[in-house]
């Protein structure tokens, strides 16, 4: 599951990690929420890759009302079959640029978050799909995404049963290269990036609001330990 996350590194190296361009400023954002505008790394005319900006939570193409529930996450086990997801699996598949994720546990009846980052930090990109959405009449434009999630084997299920999956920078050209048909064994292709490549440590309850953000969010809470999985 991946329902919050963050993206702060700059825009330098945005534009080293993924080879893009990136003429204006990209703000540090520390409370990504669904629904809410985000950078996404596509294909372009020409092959090159290019930023975009889209709003979290994939609407499929075919329907006619928008709906209250966004599809933020598809599951890797279903995504290829699933109407909603099916058709941008296959042809528009995306790199969504992060710097950690977060998760939610009960400790002694409250919900605690955790901030999860990779190992030595730096700049990361979950596997992704968008869409454009046309809306009832055909006249309407929105571009949406969704995060593909796979799940958790190791250590990292203690917080949740499933994690977004992560593309390692020697196949983003792989991830983003439409196929119609997919080719027999696709996802299994990847070599995704292992729970083993992820740290966590507690943050803030600032986090439970969607409505906060800044570098205080992802604060250790007073007297409280760092803590890893490894």
């Given at each position: 599951m991946c329902g919050r996350y963050l993206m702060t590194s700059p825009k330098d190296a945005m534009?080293?990690?993924?080879?893009?361009?990136?003429?204006?400023?990209?703000p540090p954002r520390y409370n990504i929420a669904p629904n809410q505008p985000v950078l996404i790394v596509r294909n372009a005319e020409g092959g090159r890759r290019e930023l975009a900006a889209v709003e979290w939570g994939l609407v499929p193409e075919w329907k006619k009302?928008?709906?209250?529930k966004p599809l933020i996450n598809a599951r890797m086990e279903t995504v290829i079959e699933k109407p909603s997801f099916r058709s941008p699996m296959?042809?528009?598949?995306?790199?969504?640029?992060?710097?950690?994720?977060?998760?939610?546990?009960s400790l002694q009846g409250r919900k605690q978050p955790f901030l999860i980052t990779p190992v030595g930090g730096g700049l990361q990109a979950f596997a992704g799909i968008w869409t454009t959405w046309h809306g009832p009449t055909g006249d309407h434009w929105l571009e949406t995404m969704a995060i593909l999630t796979g799940p958790t084997l190791g250590p990292m299920r203690s917080l949740h049963s499933r994690m977004p999956l992560v593309v390692k920078p020697g196949q983003y050209d792989a991830w983003l290269k439409p196929?119609?048909?997919?080719?027999r064994g696709f996802l299994e292709s990847f070599d995704?990036?292992?729970?083993?490549?992820f740290e966590w440590?507690?943050?803030?309850?600032?986090?439970?609001?969607?409505?906060?953000?800044?570098p205080e969010c992802i604060e250790a809470p007073e007297q409280e330990r760092q803590h890893s999985l490894f």
């Open positions: 534009i080293k990690t993924f080879g893009v361009r990136a003429d204006a400023h990209i009302e928008r709906g209250d296959k042809r528009t598949r995306c790199l969504v640029p992060f710097d950690g994720w977060f998760e939610w546990k196929h119609d048909p997919l080719p995704f990036m292992p729970e083993t490549a440590r507690m943050v803030s309850s600032r986090m439970n609001d969607v409505r906060s953000e800044g």
